[in-house]
């Protein structure tokens, strides 16, 4: 099963915006609004940032948002900060194969 | 507060078994889907295997379908998963994770697959 289409590396300066794409098709972003994002940081389990394309779990900063356009779906990142740094997952449902796919993550740095 | 604790990973040989186990807590199990997901060493996340409320329904990555069974407990509190027929590609850190959308998300146990 393909992972999800992300782009390997993003940066940006503290406080300034960034967003991270995710990529896939009919089969899987394009079909619902299952989309989730998840925020790992070295030696650590995941996060739950973002589920259901744009909502955010208790507790979770508003300076994270989620959105989705055809097959692609988005997370951005407001005011940036350094503990930001970290690797983003994206995963999707794919009704067809009955299974979550992720993406293959994107390592953000602030410079 | 909710807690996930795996266990049961160790060094293993190819086509040997192994069974994980998932000690939940602070929430009532039977209301909740769970799954497995694995992060092969430095390597991205990939979504294993996942079960209904009263293990009825289990769904598996193409990868490990014949292989791999996720099972439960709800009385005590377990989440398993029985690795069979293990390969070297198998080898990775194995996270148990509560469905809502992984909402939690235990630390994870180490598989080594190697001769």
């Known amino acids: 099963q393909s992972a999800l289409a992300q782009p390997a590396s993003v940066s940006g300066s503290p406080g300034q915006s960034i967003s991270i794409s995710c990529t896939g098709t009919?089969?899987?972003?394009?079909?619902?609004?299952?989309v989730s994002w998840y925020q790992q940081h070295p030696g650590k389990a995941p996060k739950l940032l973002i589920y259901?394309?744009?909502k955010r779990p208790s507790g979770v900063s508003d300076h994270f948002s989620g959105s989705k356009s055809g097959y692609t779906a988005s997370l951005t990142i407001s005011g940036l900060q350094a503990e930001d740094e970290a690797d983003y997952y994206c995963?999707?449902?794919?009704?067809?194969?009955?299974?979550?796919?992720f993406g293959g993550g994107t390592k953000l740095t602030v410079l | 507060e909710v807690q996930l604790v795996e266990s049961g990973g160790t060094l293993v040989q190819p086509g040997g078994s192994l069974r994980l186990s998932c000690t939940t807590s602070?929430?009532?199990?039977?209301?909740?889907?769970m799954s497995w997901v694995r992060q092969a060493p430095g390597k991205g996340l990939e979504w294993v295997a996942q079960?209904?409320?009263?293990?009825?329904?289990?769904y598996y990555v193409d990868s490990v379908k014949g292989r791999f069974t996720i099972s439960r407990d709800n009385a005590n509190n377990f989440v398993y998963l029985q690795l069979n027929s293990l390969r070297a590609e198998d080898t990775a850190l194995y996270y148990c994770?509560?469905?809502?959308?992984?909402?939690?998300w235990g630390q994870g146990t180490l598989v080594t697959v190697s001769s």
């Open positions: 994770a509560r469905w809502d959308y992984f909402d939690y």
């Open positions: 602070g929430f009532t199990l039977r209301r909740y889907w």
């Open positions: 079960i209904n409320q009263d293990g009825t329904l289990e």
């Open positions: 009919s089969s899987d972003v394009g079909s619902y609004d299952l």
């Open positions: 259901e394309v744009t």
């Open positions: 995963c999707s449902f794919s009704p067809r194969r009955s299974a979550w796919i």
